[in-house]
């Protein structure tokens, strides 16, 4: 049935004189609509932060209290932390310099509107729109099919219908109002650390300079300490620096291209105070010098066209007005603008705004235990992932802080001021920090720790906390990993020195730069000197590669933690492996301590310090700062070239195997021979180059190519020097399990049978051929060759299935999960893939999520409680380099993951059962059940939004080494460890341009798993 030509009339009968809507039962569809506007309604949000960045002193708060109406004052203490006014004024967006402020005696709207008038206004908004839509048909559900509506016409709530007729007649029609939070930077170099938390792509930033400051004027810049003012000796040197610092930094935590534009978002405006002290013709001057500094600089195009000049002493500078129209202007261009939020989120996010609001009963509650949120969310009909996302969205906005991790979601915190401010009490060693009689509390020894070597005992946070905030005291174990997660504090590993248990911490906002004397330089070198080139260094990735090497025990600390250097015994005991953060470069070298070395075995030494190093750094890039791209290089040393202007040049992997490097800048070869010891392939080139060329011979032979149509691996090394995985070997090598081992552990409780024989089914889908526009996965047989022959070594019935459309892919599926199984089921999946997708061969989109749920436990009932092994091998994103093709598609119309968006908030929801249930309910079914989405294990082969990176005549990156893991250590380990020995293997190669993959392995296991190869028992 269609409706395309229904009139209002005919839907809805309106009795005008009673204001009574009467319902026509003709027409289930619309009362439908009514239900679908109740359940599933969004209204559009239009809210900015503004974040005001920049260099100590320089006039950012008067600039904020300008921008508020709030008046210029000579004496105010600067901004101690970051200073957080969350709903400071509303615009309306027809006229963008009326700011409606505090300061002038608005009402803020979000203070005065009723959440539950919201509801209802935007219901009836959906419900107007359902009916007055003339291609309604297409989207109201025909009756016809079966959909049944549980709200009967006389149960439409008469505050709907009343604001329907208002609608209807053209009244109440909202003025779009955007929504300005502001967040004060402050411009002590001790707080930069933690600020890069705080750094989001849904922002507006204001960079605030001095005019009267040169830019290449120094700045002496000075934190407190316990004993006074010092000097800061981390911080930039001069006015530009600074300017450097905060552009890098803000493109490296939240920048993101505009595929339209050239221009990056967040947009950055330039503002310059104290014009009243400055000419006009100055004013132009120094910021054609801003610009000329800043052109060649890779975060240029976050920076808006226009910089303007202000003085915040007067009343009446024209020059604000065209700041708060230029805000609105960019806050309009944004992609987050008028974006569609869920009702019931505005509902749950007003009943939280409310909880933190003094009353005359109540002190303000600054945390909820997640439990507590998500029982608010239940009463406005949210179920749990709802909530989840709701959280993400308004810590996304700045509202609150909510991190849906697993040390870290327990806690949702309210008042993101709040929580800077108990931050703020261990960091910057305050007056109150002394107990009444004027005596520390603690003995001069920890404050001389904290104030000289910026080591802090768990012991001390505890105690402060429960003299300040007893009410976050017994949650100290949860604010401690937020001050970790916030990068305030980093952990050591266990130390002797700890009373009870207690643990270390450095705070590296605290820790000294090095004097000379800490610097090893009396001591030979162990091979030549590696280093890290990024475009920008953030100072917080190193303090986090430390603190990873400290808490994983991986070497021991040599002497103290610097803010920028760093030692470690390696060698067991016979060298120092030093990391240096200097110049936008991390740099590492190996010092020989002991004279005579009986057993050197520096290559073994060199590959593992740098494996381990490589596999931390792009592990912490990917979560800490993705926009960060280090190359591998080494410092040029050529002959008449002065020390300062020796430059870095990158190197990879064949380059060492090659034995020299072109340094393009003095025009020489660089001899690498000393760089040997850091890679094995360079060790054991003879063998490898006969296998290689045995190995191409076939290739050409099987594949009727030539050399010249292969793509090179660039760098990598994951080539096996094992003769049991040539990738042309006609059968691959398993290492089995022992007898022993088998009968051991194949019986056991905790573990997963998985002994039939068969295993079970492995199906494999292996799109090759692609419609136009996308190209085909060359390559890809040298995967499933591997493939085939792994999971039949672990014998299991393979099936490959080739070059599947969409529709295809979801009918072998659906045939595969109305199969019998045995023990255990393998999928994998190789193709062309977007965010949380793959390709069909015809460019349609399968969801993984659609994958998943055709194995649950609802939908294939065989293969409940038994394990469930996939394994997707296909991109995640759109970053393509040469010489190593992609596994991703070719065109540029691909779907994008934006992280503000409400879909991207979701976290990963393997069940289409949305309804909600509280804990306390219970069900009378048998002890033996098992969720629906429980015993699987995930294994993709890279992070969302990324590539993965295929070689055309040996395959991807992720399939060799998963098959390299597999076939080697199936025999001893559970396949959860298996997965940590892909990552660490996969996160050690590198492209020719430095390009880097990691895995992701998603376990619902809910026992140990072992494929137990060459065992098992005929059915």
């Known amino acids: 049935m269609q409706f395309c030509n229904l009139s209002l009339s005919e839907v809805f009968t309106l009795d005008r004189t009673r204001r009574v809507l009467r319902y026509n039962q003709r027409y289930p569809e619309y009362l439908e609509a009514y239900q679908k506007a109740r359940e599933e309604g969004t209204r559009e949000v239009y809210h900015t932060r503004v974040m005001i960045v920049g260099q100590y002193g320089v006039g950012k708060t008067s600039l904020k209290k300008r ?24 615009i309306d967006i027809s006229n963008s310099v009326i700011w409606k402020t505090k300061a002038k005696g608005f009402t803020l709207k979000e203070d005065t509107d009723n959440p539950q008038d919201v509801y209802d206004s935007e219901v009836a908004k959906k419900l107007l729109h359902a009916v007055k839509d003339r291609t309604s048909g297409k989207h109201v559900r025909d009756s016809s099919t079966g959909a049944t509506c549980t709200i009967p016409p006389d149960r439409i709530p008469d505050t709907i219908k009343s604001k329907f007729f208002s609608l209807e007649d053209g009244k109440n029609q909202e003025e779009k109002q955007l929504k300005l939070s502001f967040w004060d930077f402050g411009g002590q170099h001790v707080f ?28 002496d810049t000075i934190r407190q300490s316990r004993r006074g003012p010092k000097p800061d000796s981390a911080a930039p040197e001069k006015v530009k620096d600074y300017l450097d610092y905060w552009l890098n930094s803000i493109h490296t935590h939240a920048g993101k ?12 405006i330039i503002v310059g105070t104290h014009k009243d002290a400055v000419t006009d013709q100055y004013i132009d001057d120094y910021f054609h010098k801003i610009v000329n500094s800043l052109h060649d600089k890779v975060y240029f195009h976050h920076v808006h066209k226009t910089y303007i000049a202000v003085d915040n002493k007067s009343d009446d500078d024209h020059e604000l007005n ?45 945390f909820l235990k997640f439990e507590d949120v998500k029982a608010i969310g239940f009463k406005e009909r949210m179920d749990e992932a709802s909530v989840v996302a709701c959280l993400q969205f308004y810590h996304s906005v700045g509202d609150m802080i909510f991190f849906n ?35 520390n509390i603690f003995g001069s020894i920890v404050w001389e720790k904290l104030d000289k070597d910026g080591v802090l005992q768990e012991e001390f946070i505890e105690t402060v906390w429960k003299k300040l905030y007893a009410d976050i005291s017994i949650h100290s174990d949860v604010m401690i990993e937020l001050m970790q997660r916030f990068d305030l504090i980093c952990p050591f590993e266990n130390n002797q020195e700890c009373n009870q248990g207690k643990r270390l911490f450095f ?19 162990v091979g030549g000197t590696l280093f890290y080139k990024f475009t920008f260094l953030p100072k917080g990735l190193f303090h986090r590669l430390v603190a990873k090497i400290c808490l994983k025990n991986i070497w021991p600390l040599y002497g103290a933690v610097f803010f920028d250097y760093a030692r470690f015994e390696v060698g067991d005991g016979c060298c120092v492996l030093t990391l240096l953060a200097e110049d936008n470069h991390l740099e590492l070298k190996i010092h020989q301590t002991l004279e005579e070395r009986t057993d050197r075995g520096d290559n073994l030494m060199g590959i593992k310090i740098r494996e381990e190093i490589e596999v931390i750094l792009m592990t912490t890039i990917k979560n800490y700062c993705p926009n960060v791209d280090p190359e591998i290089s080494v410092r040029c040393i050529c002959p008449n070239v002065e020390e300062e202007k020796r430059t870095l040049v990158p190197i990879s992997e064949k380059d060492i195997n090659r034995g020299h490097k072109q340094c393009k800048s003095h025009h020489h ?18 063998t490898k180059s006969a296998n290689t060329k045995s190995g191409e011979k076939t290739t050409k032979q099987n594949r009727g190519k030539s050399a010249a149509g292969s793509s090179d691996p660039e760098g990598s090394n994951l080539e096996d020097t094992d003769s049991g995985e040539n990738i042309d070997d006609e059968h691959i090598h398993v290492h089995t399990a022992t007898a022993e081992f088998f009968e051991k552990w194949s019986k056991d409780e905790e573990i997963y049978t998985n002994a039939s024989m068969p295993r079970g089914r492995c199906l494999i889908i292996n799109n090759y051929a692609f419609e136009p526009k996308m190209r085909n996965r060359d390559g890809t047989e040298h995967d499933v060759k591997r493939l085939k022959q792994l999971f039949e070594r672990f014998e299991y019935t393979v099936v490959v299935k080739n070059d599947l459309t969409a529709g295809k892919i979801r009918e072998t599926l659906t045939e595969e999960s109305s199969r019998d199984h045995a023990d255990s089921f393998v999928l994998v999946i190789l193709s062309h893939g977007t965010v949380d997708a793959v390709y069909g061969v015809d460019k349609e989109k399968v969801p993984y999520k659609e994958i998943y749920n055709f194995f649950n436990g609802e939908n294939c009932k065989k293969l409940a409680g038994k394990p469930k092994i996939i394994i997707i091998q296909a991109c995640q994103g759109k970053k393509k380099d040469s010489g190593v093709v992609t596994d991703g598609e070719e065109d540029e119309n691909d779907d994008n993951v934006d992280v503000s968006s409400i879909a991207s908030f979701k976290s990963l929801d393997l069940s289409d059962d949305s309804t909600a249930h509280t804990d306390d309910e219970e069900e009378d079914s048998p002890g033996d059940t098992s969720p629906i989405m429980a015993d699987f294990f995930i294994a993709s082969a890279t992070t969302q939004d990324y590539v993965s990176w295929r070689v055309t005549d040996s395959g991807t990156w992720f399939i060799r080494a998963l098959v390299k893991i597999f076939r080697k250590h199936a025999g001893t380990k559970d396949i959860l460890r298996m997965s940590t020995m892909i990552n660490k293997l996969v996160a050690t190669k590198t492209t020719r341009s430095g390009k880097k993959q990691m895995p992701t392995f998603n376990n619902q296991l809910t026992k140990t798993f072992y494929f137990f190869p060459g065992h098992g028992c005929k059915e």
Do not use: M
């Open 257 to 268: 291209s505009s595929p339209e534009t050239q221009s990056l978002s967040p947009p950055v």
């Open 507 to 525: 705070v590296p906002c605290l820790l000294p730069k090095p004097e000379p004397g800490d610097f090893i330089r009396d001591k030979p070198l």
């Open 669 to 686: 070869s660089i001899k690498l021979d000393q760089y040997k010891l850091w890679y094995s392939t360079a060790h054991t080139a003879e």
């Open 67 to 90: 921008l508020l109406d709030e008046g210029f004052t000579k004496d105010y203490n600067s901004t101690d932390g970051i200073q957080v006014d969350p709903s400071a004024c509303y």
């Open 322 to 366: 065209k700041l708060k129209e230029t805000i609105v202007q960019l806050a309009e261009g944004q992609r987050f603008w008028g974006q569609e939020v869920p009702i019931k989120w505005l509902l749950l996010e007003k009943n939280l705004r409310g909880l933190k609001t003094k009353s005359q009963d109540r002190e303000p509650v600054h």
């Open 405 to 439: 991790e697993i040390d870290l979601r327990n806690l949702v915190i309210l008042d993101p001021q709040w929580l800077i401010d108990v931050f703020k009490s261990i960091i910057t060693v305050p007056e109150f920090h002394r107990d009444s009689r004027g005596r």
């Open 192 to 219: 930069y650390t933690t600020h890069q938390t705080f750094l989001t792509d849904r922002a507006i930033y204001l960079l605030v300079v001095d005019l009267t400051k040169d830019l290449d004027e120094k700045v």
